[in-house]
Nanobody, 118 residues
Framework: VQLVESGGGLVQAGGSLRLSCAASGRTFSSADMGWFRQAPGKEREFVAAISWSGASTFYVDSVKGRFTISRDNAKNTVYLQMNSLKPEDTAVYFC????????????WGQGTLVTVSS
């Protein structure tokens, strides 16, 4: 599986961005997917996940109510809608194929940079 993120950029605090992750390979529709982020000088952290069917989602507390993960299996794409962005959301965002619950990553994308200005 190859994963390619897009949609990052510079946005003011309070603004919105939608990240996309396009996957290659026939196994995407059966893969649980997640988003992670890594801020400058910090470790990579889990942000959100969605089950292969889209029926289940999970979010880290810091983004609940602001971020929404979704997927379109017909387009082999997973999305992360980010609203009410804060400067502390500034990071490189990565999508990944994960094991549900443990968030163990099986495949990483290359990342897309999100910068939120105050």
């Amino acid at each position: 599986v190859q994963l390619v993120e897009s949609g990052g950029g510079l946005v003011q605090a309070g603004g919105s961005l939608r990240l996309s992750c396009a996957a290659s390979g026939r196994t995407f529709s059966s893969a649980d997917m997640g988003w992670f982020r890594q801020a400058p000088g910090k470790e990579r952290e889990f942000v959100a996940a969605i089950s292969w069917s889209g029926a289940s989602t999970f979010y880290v507390d810091s983004v609940k109510g602001r971020f929404t993960i979704s997927r379109d299996n017909a387009k082999n794409t997973v999305y992360l809608q980010m609203n009410s962005l804060k400067p502390e959301d500034t990071a490189v965002y990565f999508c990944a194929a994960v094991n549900w619950g443990t968030w163990y990553v099986r495949f990483w994308g290359q990342g897309t940079l999100v910068t939120v200005s105050s």
